[in-house]
């Protein structure tokens, strides 16, 4: 059964530094997703994706944050100068057709981001 | 502004017993609204949506359109049942899951 990729599955970074998580979505899927979920706490939505352009971002996903998909297959997530704040696990998750009309989401099996 | 709330942190129960954990949401129209469970250690997955009106692993989720409520429910729960189980009405409209703060259940021999 087709898979999403994330890498690295865990990243301990300083504050400050700029991060990068990736990831690999299923091969014909056309939107791609962000989310965090910070320990304890519940997902939360960061931003949507398609036709290589954000669709909709929370108001999480601020300056500090960007996406890309820079060859066809990976969609990363940066996050410029990381925050303590910003320790969460990361999820990417992709879609066939999007949400609307009960497509369902495949998940990867997160990011773990640890910012000291 | 879109919720969902999932009143009960944990719900804890005994194999056999009946499981029913709760989620109520605040959203204007007909959202389309998912169970997504995480089995220790694994990736959130997909447990069942509304649309197919399907029993996974026994569970089952009624729409309540008045009481805003997709509460999903088991009438015999077993112990590969403990999990987290998240409900999520789709956005809105806006082609995005917001998921509540999850229920964990734990099933005990």
């Known amino acids: 059964e087709p898979e999403v990729t994330q890498t690295p599955s865990h990243q301990v970074t300083q504050m400050g530094q700029e991060v990068i998580l990736r990831c690999v979505p299923i091969?014909?899927?056309?939107?791609f997703y962000w989310y965090r979920q910070i320990l304890g706490q519940k997902v939360e939505f960061l931003v949507s994706?398609?036709?290589?352009?954000?669709?909709?971002k929370s108001e999480i996903f601020d300056d500090q944050f960007s996406v890309e998909r820079p060859d066809g297959s990976n969609f990363t997530l940066k996050i410029r100068s990381t925050k303590l704040e910003d320790s969460a696990m990361y999820f990417c998750?992709?879609?066939?057709?999007?949400?609307?009309?009960?497509?369902?989401?495949?998940f990867g099996a997160g990011s773990r981001l640890t910012v000291l | 502004a879109q919720r969902v709330t999932q009143p009960e942190k944990l719900l804890s129960v005994f194999k056999g017993a009946p499981v029913e954990l709760k989620c109520n949401y605040s959203?204007?129209?007909?959202?389309?609204l998912f169970w997504y469970v995480q089995y220790s250690r694994q990736r959130l997955q997909l447990l069942l949506r509304?649309?197919s009106r399907e029993s996974i692993k026994g569970f089952t989720a009624d729409l309540n359109k008045g009481e805003t409520s997709f509460h999903l429910k088991k009438p015999f729960a077993q112990e590969e049942d403990s999990a987290m189980y998240y409900c999520?009405?789709?956005?809105?409209?806006?082609?995005?899951?917001?998921f509540g703060a999850g229920t964990r259940l734990a099933v005990h021999p």
């Open positions: 998750a992709s879609s066939l057709t999007g949400v609307s009309g009960a497509n369902v989401l495949t």
């Open positions: 091969s014909n899927h056309l939107y």
């Open positions: 994706f398609y036709n290589n352009e954000i669709s909709e």
């Open positions: 959203y204007s129209g007909s959202p389309e």
């Open positions: 509304h649309i």
């Open positions: 999520a009405p789709e956005g809105g409209g806006y082609n995005k899951l917001i």
